[in-house]
């Protein structure tokens, strides 16, 4: 089989944001205690912040972090979590029946950010409480002092504003497992009134509306409609949630799971810009896909019977090679998108759906996805070019036909770096030529493969290195042409310049 992608400088997508590069740490599971955070372990710093952890987060190239949750927010009192921590209550968080005991909270998080160079992204809880507490956390956390929740924070050892710019308005509303969850039409009356409140004590935010929990929800797109109808005009975002996994042992579909993904977020552009259109606006919402992953969800045993304990290992998935592929064209497809993806953020970095892993006392690893997302962030900067793709279909069940070969390619001028990322998602060896007409004279940099394989999860560090990227062998470059033989099931990277 051949492959043919036609790029030229000249023709630019979009230029990448870096806070497609986001990550997100929930308080769930182990995400928080004993993930970023477990005083006592022998590379703690004096908060108690594991340095493995934040080693592999700036590895990871994380850049925004989105914070407390989730499912948790809608639930959560951010009152608890500030002040002096003998003062701070132990509660029952109702989304994951847990034992929360709020150590952490959010000024123990952002300076977690600060520490690791990632900007926090917070989220206010719009399930059980609503207004006055999303405005007054802004409050506390924006306002330079002078007022009762700004001297508070003060007096809670952060002298300078948090200064903190994304905030997302609640979390999965549309949800029936969300904790306060609503209709379309109470959400954006509810989303509307706390944007405007909170943009009343710091005009200077940006604020991401709840789009879909998933493509698959019922109340999908007409959700979309109605909140932005209430919020177009005070919102920046809309986000997109969208977890995929292998199913009935339906490969080609899975492999593919960036197909529908793309399709998803198309699909909630164009209703955003049909809203736009009733309102003789040029004004474009974009896109904060601020939970996307792999997520083997079928065998979560549910969030009912959950005995009640602190930081209880839930939802720690362990992924494939095979996975990494697929997390790896789901990255790349987001970059694609760059003129209208703002803000994506991997649900999560750690222990939670993550990729990275930690034992209580013990090692933090790499999963295997954690591999093509830490290459991408790293090299995939500046713009994204329109790839003109020709080359074999391949038809899967769920998705329908879809590109056999998947490509994103994007130039960083700044570094003369051109970088393609090539998902095979086909089970036959697709020959690839890449014309890169208007770039002169290009060399091979670096080029990096990982390949699907029938293992399965790879369930230790060691496992999981042993199918980390290798140089891929035979990639040919002429002139601004490059040919390479894509291998079947795989994930490439290559860097010329
Ligand atoms: O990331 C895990 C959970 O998935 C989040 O809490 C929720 O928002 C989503 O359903």
């Not at 409609?225 to 949630?241: A, G, K, M, N, P």
Request: aromatic share 8%.
């Amino acid at each position: 089989q051949r492959a043919r992608i036609t790029v030229h400088p000249a023709f630019e997508v979009g230029t990448i944001d870096p806070r497609i590069f986001g990550s997100f740490v929930e308080h769930l599971g182990r995400a928080v205690y004993t993930g970023i955070y477990e005083p006592g372990h022998p590379t703690a710093d004096a908060e108690g912040f594991r340095q493995d952890v934040a080693d592999l987060t700036r590895e990871l190239g994380t850049t925004v972090v989105r914070y407390p949750g989730g499912n948790f927010v809608s639930g959560y009192r951010w009152e608890d979590g500030v002040g002096p921590r003998d003062e701070r209550p132990t509660r029952i968080d109702m989304a994951w029946r847990t034992i929360e005991t709020n150590e952490i909270g959010t000024d123990e998080f952002v300076r977690w950010t600060a520490a690791t160079g990632t900007e926090p992204m917070m989220a206010v809880n719009l399930g059980t409480r609503g207004v006055a507490e999303a405005a007054e956390l802004v409050e506390y956390c924006n306002v330079p002092g002078g007022t009762e929740l700004s001297e508070r924070r003060r007096a809670n050892g952060a002298d300078a504003p948090h200064g903190i710019r994304l905030w997302c308005l609640g979390n999965e509303m549309d949800g029936p497992w969300q904790i306060g969850h609503k209709t379309a039409e109470e959400y954006g009356r509810l989303a509307s009134q706390a944007a405007q409140a909170m943009r009343r004590v710091d005009p200077s935010i940006e604020l991401v509306v709840c789009g879909s929990s998933s493509r698959e929800m019922e109340t999908f797109g007409e959700w979309e409609r109605v909140v932005l109808e209430h919020t177009f005009d005070q919102v920046e975002y809309i986000s997109v949630h969208a977890y995929y996994q292998e199913r009935d042992g339906d490969r080609a579909s899975f492999l593919a799971s960036a197909a529908g993904f793309e399709a998803f977020m198309h699909e909630v552009i164009a209703t955003a810009d049909a809203v736009a259109a009733r309102r003789h606006s040029d004004k474009r919402i974009r896109l904060s896909v601020d939970e996307w992953n792999i997520w083997y969800i079928d065998s979560f045993a549910g969030e009912d019977n959950l005995e009640l304990l602190e930081r209880p290992r839930l939802i720690e998935d362990v992924y494939s090679a095979l996975d990494a592929v697929v997390a790896g064209d789901l990255l790349a497809t987001l970059l694609r998108n760059a003129d209208r993806v703002a803000i994506a953020c991997l649900a999560q970095l750690v222990n939670v759906i993550a990729p990275i892993m930690t034992e209580p006392g013990g090692e933090a690893w790499r999963q295997t996805t954690f591999f093509p997302i830490a290459l991408t962030a790293q090299h995939a900067r500046g713009v994204t070019l329109e790839a003109r793709t020709e080359g074999p279909r391949a038809a899967t069940a769920k998705h329908g036909e879809v590109d056999a070969v998947s490509s994103v390619v994007t130039w960083d001028a700044a570094a003369g770096s051109l970088v393609a990322i090539l998902t095979n998602r086909s089970p036959q060896p697709v020959e690839l030529r890449l014309d890169a007409a208007g770039f002169r004279e290009l060399a091979l940099a670096e080029s990096h493969v990982m390949v699907a394989d029938d293992a399965g999860p790879r369930r230790t560090a060691a496992e999981a290195a042993e199918v980390a990227p290798r140089p891929l062998e035979g990639v040919v470059v002429e002139g601004a042409e490059l040919l390479v033989t894509l291998p079947p099931e795989s994930w490439s990277l290559i860097r010329l310049t």
